[in-house]
């Protein structure tokens, strides 16, 4: 059993930035993908971003693309999500997510390529 420990959400003014964490309770090693969701009230969970390890590809949503930005800390086996020029309707719960093991799934934009989630931590930006 994995447990994701989220960390970082609050609320800030629109175009301030936030980072979110997630912790891992296990050690990374081997294969692995990490991802980043995130749901507004009312709406279905949309994809933000995600890492595929080894080789460190990054995958981002166009709504984020060139704001928000995704990395990984093996050491310390957690996981960023750095928010920069936030806008009011990045308003949302956001989760982060990891699959491990030697299977690599190919579309990572897909909530069931994931099989362990953090709680999620609520980010709001004001305007």
């Known amino acids: 059993q994995v447990q994701l420990v989220e960390s970082g959400g609050g609320l800030v003014q629109a175009g301030g930035s936030l980072r979110l964490s997630c912790a891992a309770s296990r050690r990374t090693f081997g294969n692995y993908v990490m991802g980043w969701f995130r749901q507004a009230p009312g709406k279905e969970r949309e994809f933000v971003a995600a890492?595929?390890?080894?080789?460190?590809?990054?995958y981002y949503a166009d709504s984020v693309k060139g704001r928000f930005s995704i990395a990984r800390d093996n050491a310390k086996n957690t996981a960023y999500l750095q928010l920069n020029s936030l806008k009011p309707e990045d308003t949302a719960v956001y989760y982060c997510?990891?699959?491990?093991?030697?299977?690599?799934?190919?579309?990572?934009?897909?909530?069931?390529?994931?099989?362990?989630w953090g709680q999620g931590a609520q980010v709001t930006v004001s305007s």
């Open positions: 997510a990891a699959k491990y093991g030697f299977y690599s799934p190919p579309n990572l934009s897909l909530s069931a390529s994931y099989d362990y």
């Open positions: 890492l595929r390890w080894p080789g460190a590809s990054t």
